[in-house]
Nanobody, 117 residues
Framework: QVQLVESGGGLVQPGGSLRLSCAAS????????MGWYRQAPGKERELVAR???????VYADSVKGRFTISRDNAKKTVYLQMNSLKPEDTADYYC???????????WGQGREVIVSS
């Protein structure tokens, strides 16, 4: 059974930083493309960053230069370091394997990130 367990997040002021972690189980992981998605209130879920098995990362334009995705294959964990946070980054954040047709597995519980003064 695949499980994706996110941790981290919380409330931060604009310009601040947060780090999210996602521990995966039930999948190979080291060969999989992993991604971080977010869903803001009233909006559709979007992919903000993905990382290939070799560590190559791709970012949405909205977070490029501010967010960094990384992975630890031994721990089956993917991270999202979020710097220079803006109010528009406020959303629920989720990790998942990025499959050919989108998210590969059922969603975990996600983590709330609120950027507000």
């Amino acid at each position: 059974q695949v499980q994706l367990v996110e941790s981290g997040g919380g409330l931060v002021q604009p310009g601040g930083s947060l780090r999210l972690s996602c521990a995966a189980s039930g999948i190979m992981f080291r060969l999989n493309v992993m991604g971080w998605y977010r869903q803001a209130p009233g909006k559709e879920r979007e992919l903000v960053a993905r990382i290939l098995s070799d560590g190559y990362a791709v970012y949405a334009d909205s977070v490029k230069g501010r967010f960094t995705i990384s992975r630890d294959n031994a721990k089956k964990t993917v991270y999202l370091q979020m710097n220079s946070l803006k109010p528009e980054d406020t959303a629920d954040y989720y990790c998942n394997e990025v499959g050919p047709q989108g998210p590969a597995w059922d969603w975990g519980q996600g983590r709330e990130v609120i950027v507000s003064s």
